[in-house]
């Protein structure tokens, strides 16, 4: 019986190694500015979704003065647009395919604003990258807004009530003490949407970027071999997250050293 | 309205309601804490006396009542100033003057026992870093600490943690020390070492107001007692007079449980 690897076919495939090669550099690229974007979108969104602006609160004590605990106008009072929003956001992005947002952003929204058409570093066109970038963005945000979320919340109360007690702002406290606490609780699930973000941005050589299953695709048209440029990708695709994901957990353990000892 | 200058903080008809006003955790609760008050607050658990406290520097929000710190009404979201206009209450700039001490001691676990002292007082008070290190140093070596300067607050015991977040709240050089049930959460054999320090301040002449369940300091160091229940108090005065002679049935009641 025949194997469905043909170990004849890789010498093939590797001629075309260069494909691939650039196409590690499009998906690492890819990968690092969708974290970044994703990153500062999903802190915007945690922090809207945290915040305590309330334009109605001025109805939550009733007639006697007392705090309003139930009913329609204690719903009004509890209203916070920025949160709803926020979170409407998140939960939309979350509830929908990733492939549907990517050709939405590429088609729709960079359909009527066009982009200029330049290259980087002779490979990576602008026009297509850049749609890829803000979709794969987009859609982590809303990830990584929960994840942020949760982190936050998971500092304990009373640090924000001695920060507050020694004259510190809801600023500084959010950024001296709530933020680098939180961050370091919630590391490992950032360094795991990161992983997910590698493997995710292939999908975006559905709009035509040239990343690692584009050159897949490219060897596929040329050659008509399937599974051994498949099995490189795949091969190029663990080698890129297994180390991420181990570099973050070393990481990891270095900053929590001055916790335990 | 008459100004007594030696007044620090003036709470008047305090309340704090939960539930439409079913649970009363403060119910009209009036007080006059003059500077160089020792004030020590006693009262069996839920009656108040943490909320009471927490409200000084508004932790947490009273339903009604006024407390005035400094000549201002804290509870106020625009105060006149001395101009006679009307402007923004600064909040934060109030609890720089007032320095807090928790039962859990609430250090900033990522932050070394310096930076832990020094955070507050380069951020909030622009003070030179140099200037402010030189005073952490010096208050933790009043503390015992020095040597512990460079740690982080998990390499430190209950007793040494509680110290730190004294020495912390002081570096902020407050007008008015507040401790909500300091020793509470330490072993036994550490609760000396703070109860110590807190003497100290009380013999140097800080403004203090104590939430604790150590009656022994209550009555030695302590020159103003209050006894609160069920979110009122009942009871205020010279400790060793109220030690002595307790006048309502329920401070009995509470001195035979305690004593």
Same mark, same amino acid.
Request: with cysteine; charged share 20%; glycine share 6%.
């Given at each position: 019986m025949d194997s469905f690897i043909k170990i004849s076919n890789f010498p093939i495939v590797f001629k075309y190694m260069s494909l691939f090669g650039q196409g590690i550099v499009v998906t690492v690229l890819l990968s690092l500015f969708t974290v970044l974007i994703g990153f500062v979108l999903a802190l915007i969104l945690a922090l809207m979704r945290l915040s305590d602006i309330r334009p109605f609160a001025f109805l939550e004590k009733d007639e006697n003065g007392y705090v309003r605990d139930s009913g329609f106008l204690?719903?009004?009072?509890?209203? #916070?647009?920025f949160a709803f929003l926020a979170t409407a956001y998140v939960e939309i992005f979350r509830s929908t395919p990733v492939l549907v947002q990517v050709f939405i952003i590429y088609y729709g929204v960079f359909g009527v604003i066009k982009l200029p058409t330049f290259t980087v570093f002779g490979f990576i066109q602008f026009a297509r990258f850049f749609p890829g970038v803000v979709a794969l963005g987009l859609n982590s945000g809303a990830y990584l807004c929960e994840i942020i979320r949760s982190g936050i919340q998971s500092v304990d109360g009373g640090q924000t009530e001695a920060a507050r007690s020694l004259g510190m702002? =809801?600023? $500084? #406290?959010?950024?001296?003490?709530?933020?680098? =606490?939180?961050?370091? #609780?919630?590391?490992?699930?950032?360094? #795991? +949407?990161?992983?997910?973000?590698? /493997? +995710?941005?292939s999908i975006t050589y559905t709009i035509g970027v040239q990343d690692i299953m584009s050159a897949v695709n490219a060897v596929k048209g040329a050659t008509f071999i399937i599974v051994e440029p498949l099995l490189v990708a795949t091969a190029i695709y663990f080698c890129?997250?297994?180390?991420?994901? /181990?570099?973050?957990?070393?990481? +990891?353990?270095? $900053?929590?050293?001055?916790? /335990?000892r | 309205m008459e100004?007594?200058?030696?007044? @620090?903080?003036?709470?008047?008809? @305090?309340?704090?309601?939960?539930?439409?006003?079913?649970?009363?955790? @403060?119910?009209?609760?009036?007080?006059?804490?003059?500077?160089?008050?020792?004030?020590?607050?006693?009262?069996?658990?839920?009656?108040?006396?943490?909320t009471f406290l927490r409200s000084l520097n508004l932790l947490e929000l009273p339903t009604a009542g006024s407390i005035e710190f400094d000549g201002e009404d804290i509870t106020q979201k625009k105060v006149l100033n001395k101009d006679g206009k009307m402007v923004k209450m600064d909040l934060d700039a109030h609890r720089q003057k007032m320095g807090m001490v928790f039962q859990h001691f609430n250090l900033f676990p990522h932050l070394t026992i310096l930076n832990n002292m020094t955070l507050a007082p380069i951020k909030v008070k622009h003070m030179d870093q140099k200037l402010a290190e030189e005073k952490a140093l010096k208050l933790l070596d009043r503390v015992g600490l020095k040597d512990r300067a460079n740690a982080y607050p998990i390499q430190l015991s209950g007793g040494q943690k509680q110290r730190v977040a004294i020495v912390r709240a002081l570096a902020m050089e407050p007008e008015v020390m507040l401790f909500d049930e300091p020793t509470s959460a330490l072993d036994p054999e550490m609760v000396g070492e703070v109860l110590e320090v807190m003497k100290e301040l009380a013999r140097e002449g800080m403004t203090m107001v104590c939430v604790t369940h150590e009656m022994g300091f209550a009555r030695e160091v302590?020159?103003? @007692?209050?006894?609160?229940?069920e979110g009122k108090i009942l009871e205020q005065g010279e400790p060793k007079e109220m030690f002595a002679n307790p006048q309502t049935e329920r401070l009995k009641e509470f001195f035979s449980q305690v004593l």
């Amino acid at each position: 019986m025949d194997s469905f690897i043909k170990i004849s076919n890789f010498p093939i495939v590797f001629k075309y190694m260069s494909l691939f090669g650039q196409g590690i550099v499009v998906t690492v690229l890819l990968s690092l500015f969708t974290v970044l974007i994703g990153f500062v979108l999903a802190l915007i969104l945690a922090l809207m979704r945290l915040s305590d602006i309330r334009p109605f609160a001025f109805l939550e004590k009733d007639e006697n003065g007392y705090v309003r605990d139930s009913g329609f106008l204690y719903l009004i009072s509890r209203f #916070n647009p920025f949160a709803f929003l926020a979170t409407a956001y998140v939960e939309i992005f979350r509830s929908t395919p990733v492939l549907v947002q990517v050709f939405i952003i590429y088609y729709g929204v960079f359909g009527v604003i066009k982009l200029p058409t330049f290259t980087v570093f002779g490979f990576i066109q602008f026009a297509r990258f850049f749609p890829g970038v803000v979709a794969l963005g987009l859609n982590s945000g809303a990830y990584l807004c929960e994840i942020i979320r949760s982190g936050i919340q998971s500092v304990d109360g009373g640090q924000t009530e001695a920060a507050r007690s020694l004259g510190m702002s =809801q600023a $500084m #406290n959010l950024r001296y003490i709530i933020l680098p =606490q939180a961050l370091k #609780n919630i590391l490992p699930a950032i360094a #795991n +949407e990161f992983v997910v973000i590698i /493997k +995710e941005s292939s999908i975006t050589y559905t709009i035509g970027v040239q990343d690692i299953m584009s050159a897949v695709n490219a060897v596929k048209g040329a050659t008509f071999i399937i599974v051994e440029p498949l099995l490189v990708a795949t091969a190029i695709y663990f080698c890129l997250c297994f180390p991420t994901s /181990k570099l973050i957990a070393y990481v +990891e353990r270095r $900053m929590s050293r001055g916790d /335990k000892r | 309205m008459e100004t007594r200058d030696d007044v @620090l903080i003036r709470v008047r008809n @305090l309340k704090k309601y939960y539930n439409r006003g079913t649970i009363k955790a @403060l119910d009209d609760v009036n007080i006059d804490i003059r500077k160089g008050d020792v004030m020590v607050v006693i009262g069996p658990s839920g009656s108040g006396k943490s909320t009471f406290l927490r409200s000084l520097n508004l932790l947490e929000l009273p339903t009604a009542g006024s407390i005035e710190f400094d000549g201002e009404d804290i509870t106020q979201k625009k105060v006149l100033n001395k101009d006679g206009k009307m402007v923004k209450m600064d909040l934060d700039a109030h609890r720089q003057k007032m320095g807090m001490v928790f039962q859990h001691f609430n250090l900033f676990p990522h932050l070394t026992i310096l930076n832990n002292m020094t955070l507050a007082p380069i951020k909030v008070k622009h003070m030179d870093q140099k200037l402010a290190e030189e005073k952490a140093l010096k208050l933790l070596d009043r503390v015992g600490l020095k040597d512990r300067a460079n740690a982080y607050p998990i390499q430190l015991s209950g007793g040494q943690k509680q110290r730190v977040a004294i020495v912390r709240a002081l570096a902020m050089e407050p007008e008015v020390m507040l401790f909500d049930e300091p020793t509470s959460a330490l072993d036994p054999e550490m609760v000396g070492e703070v109860l110590e320090v807190m003497k100290e301040l009380a013999r140097e002449g800080m403004t203090m107001v104590c939430v604790t369940h150590e009656m022994g300091f209550a009555r030695e160091v302590g020159n103003r @007692l209050v006894f609160m229940a069920e979110g009122k108090i009942l009871e205020q005065g010279e400790p060793k007079e109220m030690f002595a002679n307790p006048q309502t049935e329920r401070l009995k009641e509470f001195f035979s449980q305690v004593l």
